[in-house]
């Protein structure tokens, strides 16, 4: 089921209380609703009635799908700086809730989830929109490496990421999405193909230009081209 805890937020602009539904878990199964909420950048989105600013509340929930095997740990971009620490607790829950400890149904359940941690709203739809289009994340990530390698004039810097923003049989939209707000600049379409080559190179084993990108994302939970970028800051 999808959990919600009612509270009062102060509007950034004027400090005025709105009043949410804060989710601590969402079940797309049963609320296929607020499965297309997140999609639509609707979800957890309110205008403050002082002064009609818009804003939304950081993801801090279980996100969890079992038509499409995914189980999702969602946290706030501002929480990346202590992804090893965040990724740690995403296990720890995902093994306590489908785990050894768990009733034999419920561990059945946890082995046709694929479990991930996200950081922020852009990262969380767009683990959503690859399921859906039957992508695989790690070729995902390794294909995005490709596309910053050869997009001239795109922004690179630790407040933007790149994210798959949709997927069509034939070609892959990404875009150059600010961490902040969710503010989408550069817009860039590929090839699929490029993505198959890919997929193809990481089915073959851990060689290559691909074996220490391969080896960081070997049993992780957390996914994502941005957890490459973290490591090689020193972070």
């Known amino acids: 089921m999808s959990i919600f805890q009612k509270l009062n937020v102060p509007c950034p602009n004027c400090a005025?209380?709105?009043?949410?539904?804060?989710?601590?878990?969402?079940?797309?199964?049963?609320?296929?609703?607020?499965?297309?909420?997140?999609?639509t950048g609707q979800f957890q989105r309110k205008e403050c009635p002082a002064c009609g600013t818009g804003f939304r509340l950081d993801p801090v929930f279980v996100f969890n799908d079992q038509r499409r095997g995914q189980w999702i740990a969602a946290n706030g971009v501002a929480a990346l700086a202590d992804w090893a620490e965040h990724e740690r607790a995403a296990r720890e829950l995902f093994e306590t809730s489908?785990?050894?400890?768990?009733?034999?149904?419920?561990?059945?359940?946890?082995?046709?989830?694929?479990?991930?941690?996200?950081?922020?709203?852009?990262?969380?739809?767009e683990k959503i929109v690859s399921a859906e289009a039957g992508l695989d994340d790690v070729a995902l990530e390794l294909t995005k490496l490709v596309l910053m390698r050869s997009?001239?004039?795109?922004?690179?810097?630790?407040?933007?990421?790149?994210?798959?923003?949709?997927?069509?049989?034939?070609?892959?939209?990404?875009?150059?999405?600010?961490?902040?707000d969710d503010a989408v600049g550069d817009l860039r379409w590929i090839a699929r193909e490029a993505y198959d080559e890919v997929l193809a190179e990481t089915q073959r084993g851990a060689e290559g230009d691909w074996a220490e990108a391969l080896e960081t994302f070997e049993g992780a939970y957390f996914i994502d081209v941005d957890r490459l970028l973290v490591l090689q800051d020193g972070r």
């Open 16 to 39: 005025t209380p709105v009043a949410f539904d804060a989710v601590h878990s969402v079940n797309a199964d049963r609320r296929p609703d607020l499965r297309q909420a997140i999609l």
């Open 98 to 125: 489908y785990g050894a400890s768990a009733p034999a149904v419920v561990q059945a359940m946890g082995r046709s989830l694929k479990p991930r941690l996200v950081f922020g709203w852009s990262a969380l739809r």
């Open 151 to 180: 997009a001239q004039g795109a922004p690179f810097e630790a407040a933007v990421s790149v994210r798959l923003m949709s997927a069509q049989p034939q070609r892959l939209l990404f875009g150059w999405v600010r961490n902040d």
